[in-house]
Nanobody, 124 residues
């Protein structure tokens, strides 16, 4: 069993930056690939970024490539999402998710555990 708690969301102006954190409880954090997804009002949840268990492989949605960076610290059981050059269309609830023995899927159904989400609002 893994529990995930996101933090770091908030209100920021367009062009600004935020860093989201996702702290995991439970054992064997390094056996999980980690992903970030987001859901805007009235829209389906969408893939944002993912990384392999080591963090050595990373994957991004085209909409955030070059602006967002996913990373993880297995010693701290934490995964991060650094978001730069934020745009109003990045406004959403952001969720982290854990995929046991996964590779970092772009599909939300591949993930076994989810956090409660953190709100990110980007004003124009």
């Amino acid at each position: 069993q893994v529990q995930l708690v996101e933090s770091g969301g908030g209100l920021v102006q367009a062009g600004g930056s935020l860093r989201l954190s996702c702290a995991a409880s439970g054992r064997f954090f390094s056996s999980y690939a980690m992903g970030w997804f987001r859901q805007a009002p009235g829209k389906e949840r969408e893939f944002v970024a993912a990384c392999s268990w080591s963090g050595g492989r990373t994957y991004y949605a085209d909409s955030v490539k070059g602006r967002f960076t996913i990373s993880r610290d297995n010693a701290k059981n934490t995964v991060y999402l650094q978001m730069n050059s934020l745009k109003p269309e990045d406004t959403a609830v952001y969720y982290c998710a854990a995929e046991h023995y996964g590779l970092g899927s772009r599909t939300d159904r591949s993930y076994d555990y989810w956090g409660q989400g953190t709100q990110v609002t980007v004003s124009s």
